[in-house]
């Protein structure tokens, strides 16, 4: 059955896997530390969301970090965060998509659960690193995200191809994302319902 759920420990492997294949295939940075993306504490306290198809074969996968504070989103963004935003906020990583189902909507569709998420639970911002030359930019304007280039980056993980900069969607615009993304993105809504635990 195809789906979208909250990843558990149980999914590890096919997280796990999926991280890294995309990761080291991708063409805005080059992967420098793999061992980076294996699950983690931080995904058992965080929300790790997973897109399934009928073979079980993981598609896509996001993880969403809820945060209290300024200087927590920095540790975990490894670079500025302007002084302006407001907490509490969710951080957007370790997303990735299977090459072959890149550009159909699944990014989106990942996204609309954790803008749906924070909209019931009072969170005021969505904080989301991108580079500078991703196809999803484009987009993500649409939904009202703008996008700055912090001050310091201290990003070991990674080494960029292009500018890295932060997208920053605030609550006010939450409402206007959903509808967005859901206009866009119907028959790919209906055809990976939600399936099990609620987040």
């Known amino acids: ?38 699950w983690s504490k931080t995904d058992d306290e ?24 300024r200087t927590e989103a920095e540790k975990i963004l490894k ?32 996204r609309l659960y954790f803008i749906q998420y924070a909209l019931k639970n009072s969170i005021k911002t969505l904080l989301s690193p991108v580079y500078k030359n991703a196809p999803r930019i484009e987009f993500m304007k649409k939904l009202n995200y703008i996008f700055i280039t ?15 900069q932060l997208g920053i969607l605030v609550c006010e615009h939450f409402e206007h994302a959903i509808n967005i993304i859901k206009q866009n993105n119907s028959f790919l809504i209906k055809e990976y319902p939600w399936h099990g635990q609620d987040i």
């Open 150 to 164: 912090p001050e310091k980056n201290w990003q070991k993980k990674l080494n960029p191809k292009s500018e890295r």
């Open 79 to 110: 670079c500025t965060v302007p002084a302006s935003t407001d907490f509490p906020a969710i951080i957007f990583t370790s997303a990735a998509t299977l090459k072959p189902f890149r550009r159909r909507g699944f990014n989106q569709l990942l």
């Open 46 to 69: 965080s929300i790790v969301l997973l897109v399934l198809d009928e073979n079980m074969t993981a598609l896509s996968t996001m993880r969403g970090i809820t945060v209290n504070e």
């Open 1 to 38: 059955m195809k789906q979208i759920k909250k990843a558990t420990e149980q999914d590890r492997k096919k997280v796990e896997e999926l991280r890294i294949s995309e990761f080291s295939r991708s063409t805005e940075f080059t992967l420098l530390k793999p061992e980076k993306l294996l």
